[in-house]
């Protein structure tokens, strides 16, 4: 279980490959790429889905530039 302080994190919604690669204006190949790469993903019922927080740390710590609040 989350601790409090990160409780809200872990309520977001987790987004598919196409919804991420839309947002953030790059193909669903670039996506399964990042994935590939080390971006935290989940495998829920056969689908690749990722919580938004975790692809915003994940792409900050390799300098690519994100639009503000891309997912929302």
């Given at each position: 279980?989350?601790?409090?302080?990160v409780?809200?994190?872990y309520?977001?919604?987790?987004?598919?490959?196409?919804?991420?690669?839309?947002?953030l204006r790059?193909s669903?190949?670039t996506?399964e790429?990042?994935?590939?790469?080390?971006?935290p993903c989940?495998?829920?019922?056969?689908?690749?889905?990722c919580?938004p927080?975790?692809v915003?740390?994940?792409?900050?710590?390799?300098?690519?530039?994100?639009?503000a609040?891309?997912?929302?």
């Amino acid at each position: 279980m989350p601790k409090r302080a990160v409780m809200d994190r872990y309520k977001a919604d987790l987004l598919p490959k196409k919804v991420i690669a839309g947002a953030l204006r790059v193909s669903v190949k670039t996506v399964e790429r990042w994935i590939e790469g080390g971006l935290p993903c989940r495998n829920v019922f056969g689908v690749v889905r990722c919580n938004p927080h975790d692809v915003t740390d994940w792409l900050k710590l390799r300098n690519v530039d994100l639009p503000a609040g891309w997912w929302k």
